[in-house]
C-alpha cells in the first residue's frame, strides 16, 4: 500500500481533534483526555485590579482556546522564567526602558513585546523537535544539541538528516567488496592499509598518525577482527557530543563541541547527496545565487563525482569554513574500494577546546590544499560567484572560493 509521512507535529493533529471533537487513541486524544489541559507556552501578561494574568497556550489546543489565566494558578515556574527572560532579552535589544502600557486601568504588556514572546516560545518548541528529531536518526552515541540564543531563526526547513552517503540514480557506493583481512590483532603483515599499499593510519591510541593527502583504509565488514580493532574509527560515527548553534556574525548557523578533543582525532563524516561533477555544475549555479556553498568534489583520483549536503546531511552539513581551521579532510576507503567514490573524514588538527566552534577550509581537499595561489586549477563548478569569507581569522583569504 502507499502512504506517506504525516507532515503535522503531534501537537498539531491534536488541535485538530480537539477542535472537531474528535477522538483518536494513537495520538492520545480520548474521552478522558480530551478535555486535559497543560501549559505549553505563555502568549501575553497584564495586571487587573492588582491580579497578574498570563495569556496561557494549551497544549494540544488550538491557538483559539487561549485563556487569560491568574499567576498564581500556574504551576510551571520554567515556562514563567522563560517568559521573564523572553521579555527582557526584547527590551535589552530594542533598548526601551518599559514593556507595560496602562489603558482603562489595565497594565497590558505592549504588543510587539507579546508578539516577540510567542515568537521565541514557538522557536524553542520548533528546536527542541528538531534536536529530537536529529537524536532519533543519528547512528552514533554521542548526542546533538540545538542552539539559538542570536534571533529568531527555527529549524531548516529544507534538510533531511543522513548518516551515510545517498546515491543520485546510477552511482554505486557500494563496490560490493567480498574479502577483508585476516588479522587476529590488527594490524598485521597482511592488513587492509597495507593490501592497499599504505601504512596503518592510526596509532596505538586511535590518533591520525599519517599527512594530509594520504588515503586512510579501514578494515571492513569481511575482516575477521573486532568491532575493537584499531583500524574502525570513522566507520563507528561522531564520538564526541556537538551543538548546532546560531552564529551572531552572520554566517547561519555553525557547529561546537561539547567535550575537549585531542590532536589528530576523528571528529566527523562529510555526507550528502552523490551527484555527477554535470549535476554538481547546474546545481551549483543555484546554490551561487542563494550564497550557499555545500558541494564538495570526491577529486581524490578523478573529478567525476560530488558530495552535495545541501539538502541530505549530518551535522557537518552546519561546519563553518575558516581560513585558519581546525579540521582536516581525509579520504577513507572502507567497504568502497572506488578512488572515485572515497568517504569524506574530518579530524582534528589541534586541541579543540569545549564550547569551541569547529571548522574547516571549504578549498581543503584530502589530496591538496586549493589556496589562493593555485585558484587556476578549481574545477568550472568553482569558478563561479565569489563568496565573502567571514571567518575572521588573521591569515583570511577573503573569500570562501
Known amino acids: 500500500a502507499w502512504y506517506v509521512p504525516c507532515l503535522a507535529s503531534l501537537e498539531t493533529l491534536q488541535e485538530l481533534c480537539r477542535k472537531e471533537n474528535l477522538r483518536c487513541k494513537s ?38 482556546s487561549n485563556t487569560w489565566e491568574p499567576q498564581k494558578n500556574l504551576k510551571c515556574p520554567l515556562l514563567l522564567q522563560n517568559f521573564l527572560s523572553d521579555k527582557n532579552e526584547y527590551l535589552s535589544r530594542v533598548r526601551e526602558g518599559k514593556a507595560l502600557k496602562v489603558r482603562n486601568h489595565v ?3 505592549k504588543p510587539a513585546v507579546a508578539d516577540y514572546i510567542v515568537k521565541k516560545a514557538k522557536q524553542r518548541i520548533a ?55 585476516e588479522c587476529a590483532d590488527c594490524p598485521a603483515e597482511k592488513c587492509c592499509p597495507k593490501e592497499a599499499g599504505f601504512i596503518l593510519a592510526y596509532n596505538k591510541q586511535k590518533k591520525l598518525k599519517i599527512q594530509p593527502g594520504l588515503p586512510i583504509y579501514e578494515c571492513n565488514s569481511f575482516c575477521r577482527c573486532g568491532p575493537d580493532c584499531p583500524n574502525r574509527i570513522v566507520q563507528k560515527g561522531t564520538p564526541y557530543s556537538l551543538c548546532i548553534f546560531r552564529t551572531n556574525n552572520g554566517r547561519g548557523w555553525g557547529v561546537k563541541t561539547l567535550q575537549k578533543i585531542k590532536t589528530n582525532s576523528f571528529v566527523m563524516e562529510y555526507v550528502g547527496e552523490v551527484i555527477t561533477s554535470e549535476e554538481a555544475e547546474r546545481r551549483g549555479q543555484l546554490y551561487d545565487n542563494q550564497g550557499n556553498t555545500y558541494l564538495f568534489d570526491l577529486d581524490y583520483d578523478s573529478d567525476e563525482f560530488t558530495v552535495d549536503a545541501a539538502r541530505y546531511g549530518n551535522v557537518s552539513h552546519f561546519v563553518n569554513h575558516s581560513c585558519d581551521p581546525n579540521l582536516q ?11 572515485r567514490l572515497p568517504r569524506i573524514a574530518l579530524f582534528s588538527t589541534r586541541t579543540i577546546k569545549a564550547g ?34 567571514k571567518c575572521g581569522a588573521v591569515c583570511c583569504r577573503g573569500y570562501l572560493n
Open 329 to 339: 579532510v581525509f579520504n577513507v576507503f572502507i567497504d568502497n574500494l572506488d578512488l
Open 107 to 109: 497594565k497590558a504588556l
Open 27 to 64: 495520538i492520545g486524544i480520548t474521552n478522558r483526555s480530551l478535555k486535559s489541559y497543560e501549559v505549553e507556552y505563555l502568549c501575553d501578561y497584564k495586571v487587573e485590579e492588582g491580579t497578574e494574568y498570563y495569556l496561557v497556550k494549551w497544549k494540544g489546543w488550538p491557538e483559539s
Open 127 to 181: 528546536l527542541q523537535r528538531w534536536k529530537e528529531e536529529l537524536n532519533r536518526k543519528k547512528n552514533h552515541k554521542a548526542m546533538i544539541l540545538v542552539e539559538n540564543t542570536v534571533d529568531l531563526e527555527g529549524p531548516p526547513l529544507d534538510f533531511y538528516y543522513i548518516n551515510e552517503y545517498k546515491p543520485a540514480p546510477g552511482i554505486n557506493v557500494i563496490n560490493g567488496i567480498t574479502t577483508g583481512c
Open 356 to 389: 569551541e566552534e569547529l571548522t574547516f577550509d571549504y578549498q581543503m581537499k584530502g589530496s591538496i590544499d586549493l589556496t589562493s595561489d593555485s585558484a587556476d586549477g578549481l574545477s568550472p563548478s568553482k569558478k563561479r560567484i565569489r563568496t565573502v569569507c
